[in-house]
């Protein structure tokens, strides 16, 4: 079942088109990234789902086309501007948000959900950036949705913390939440998503799962190590997998197709060379993204 379905899109700010043509629909239990790079209109479009913006044409329908008190009921929104007061508590925010909803979520729950029993009577102002952002996920979450809205949610944490919150939000989707999901984190996107459509310049270049937008360039690789002893270009020589082989210092990166790794390391070990320091380089998102628009997302 379809719970997004967005056609057509279109939003201008006086002078700026913020989006131009942007279609996708999402469907029920995904977690759907929308990933592009700074200003490519992201922010936009989740703000026309959640119906906080009105598009200028085009058409967002959520659960079947909800409107007014039914669709707030259904849909939990976090977005990247939605900062708390200082000293505001973290019960008394979630008690706040709560009053929103005709059902709230159990609260003692949902801060067990997401790790903040301990900090109930903290001010929001003394949580960590981490912290922060799960309570942020935690008042999204408190009207009980059946889809979330998360944007940029991970920007400005630690590694550790923003693994914490990719947990988390994986523990989000097992119970059933639906999940649009804005960012510029190839790593994030790669992890998390389902599906994405990746925008650039308020257009959709492509929706496809990560591995269906990667495979979409190719299948090469470049197997990298520092072979023990000195290893003649022969030794790959008549390998059908390997394209190109490289020298930089004393490491070798040997570039190609299919499973260059097994015909590499079978190769190295016939000639009695052991590759030290073995990496594997594959195509990224962000590669397919470079080859699908001609620039890079990362920031
Ligand atoms: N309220 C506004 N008034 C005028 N221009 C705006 C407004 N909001 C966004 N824009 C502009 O519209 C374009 C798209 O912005 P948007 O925030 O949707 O992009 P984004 O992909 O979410 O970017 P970011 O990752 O930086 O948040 C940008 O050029 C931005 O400067």
Redesign the pocket.
């Known amino acids: 079942m379809k719970v997004i379905e967005v056609s057509n899109l279109r939003k201008q700010?006086?002078d700026?088109l913020?989006v131009d043509d942007v279609s996708f629909s999402v469907e029920e239990g995904e977690i759907f990234g929308v990933l592009?790079p700074?200003?490519?209109?992201?922010?936009?479009?989740v703000e026309c789902v959640a119906g906080l913006r009105a598009p200028d044409s085009g058409t967002v329908s959520v659960l079947g086309g909800l409107t007014g008190t039914a669709l707030k009921e259904c849909l939990g929104v976090q977005l990247?501007s939605s900062a708390l007061p200082e000293k505001i508590k973290v019960w008394e925010a979630l008690d706040l948000y709560a009053s929103f909803y005709r059902a709230p979520a159990d609260r003692t729950a949902l801060l067990e959900r997401v790790g903040l029993a301990d900090k109930r009577d903290a001010h929001y102002g003394r949580l960590s950036g981490g912290q922060q952002q799960r309570l942020s996920i935690a008042l999204a979450l408190i009207g009980g949705p059946r889809v979330a809205i998360l944007d940029?949610l991970t920007t400005g944490l630690d590694p550790q913390a923003r693994r914490d919150t990719w947990e988390l939000i994986e523990r989000v989707r097992e119970d059933g939440v639906t999940i649009l999901l804005?960012t510029?984190f190839m790593e994030e996107a790669e992890r998390l998503c389902d599906r994405l459509a990746l925008?650039d310049s308020g257009r959709v270049v492509a929706v496809d799962s990560p591995e269906g937008l990667i495979a979409r360039i190719g299948s090469r690789q470049t197997v990298r190590f520092r072979p023990t002893r000195p290893v003649d270009d022969a030794v790959f020589g008549d390998l059908p997998e390997v394209t190109e082989v490289r020298r930089s210092g004393g490491q070798l990166a040997v570039t190609g197709t299919g499973d260059l790794l097994l015909a590499v390391t079978v190769a190295l070990a016939t000639a009695g060379v052991t590759p030290a320091d073995l990496r594997v380089e594959r195509p990224s998102l962000d590669d397919a993204f470079l080859a699908l628009t001609g620039k890079k997302i990362s920031s």
């Open positions: 700010y006086r700026r913020a592009g700074n200003g490519a209109g992201k922010t936009t479009t990247q940029e804005v510029h925008i």
